[in-house]
């Protein structure tokens, strides 16, 4: 004789793995919800603090002197090709071209390395005038 079957739906029973799987699933996500309170909270501390010891800066700025900048290297990559194309007159081997155009790429490629340092340094013209006068 079989044993009566426990996942008969009609008389209420659940299966023990089923009822672990949905307990696993639950934890599981308490723990996420968990971990992302604390997120918030310590992300909220964190700009408080900030606020408090005058270290915010306004958004507004932010965005001006990100829009400044990019839009001045956007200008300096669109001159390039006019300000390159001098150096690629009488050129003889393509090898000699591809020297230039390397050359032309990294200086664009060192401009924009000094991106991240332009935008967090408030001073970084006069650093920039300091690096010149070197």
Same mark, same amino acid.
């Given at each position: 004789? %079989?044993?009566?079957?426990?996942?008969?739906?009609?008389?209420?029973?659940?299966?023990?793995?089923?009822?672990?799987?949905?307990? +696993? +699933?639950?934890?599981?996500?308490?723990?996420?919800?968990?971990?992302?309170?604390?997120?918030?909270?310590?992300?909220?501390?964190? @700009? &408080?603090?900030? %606020?408090?010891? #005058?270290?915010? +800066?306004?958004?507004?700025?932010? +965005?001006?002197?990100?829009?400044?900048?990019?839009?001045? &290297?956007?200008?300096?990559? @669109?001159?390039?090709?006019?300000?390159?194309?001098?150096?690629?007159?009488?050129?003889?081997?393509?090898?000699?071209?591809?020297?230039?155009?390397?050359?032309?790429?990294?200086?664009?490629?060192?401009?924009?390395? #000094? &991106?991240?340092?332009?935008?967090?340094?408030?001073?970084?013209?006069?650093?920039?005038?300091?690096?010149?006068?070197?």
């Amino acid at each position: 004789m %079989k044993p009566p079957n426990k996942s008969n739906p009609s008389d209420g029973h659940v299966p023990h793995h089923v009822l672990n799987n949905e307990f +696993i +699933i639950a934890k599981t996500k308490l723990a996420e919800d968990q971990a992302r309170g604390v997120r918030t909270r310590e992300k909220a501390n964190r @700009l &408080m603090l900030a %606020k408090a010891r #005058d270290e915010v +800066i306004d958004k507004d700025l932010v +965005i001006k002197q990100a829009t400044f900048l990019f839009v001045a &290297m956007r200008q300096k990559m @669109l001159s390039a090709p006019l300000a390159w194309s001098r150096r690629f007159v009488g050129l003889q081997t393509q090898r000699e071209a591809l020297e230039r155009l390397i050359e032309m790429q990294h200086e664009l490629l060192r401009e924009l390395h #000094d &991106m991240p340092r332009k935008v967090t340094d408030p001073n970084w013209i006069e650093t920039l005038d300091e690096e010149d006068g070197k």
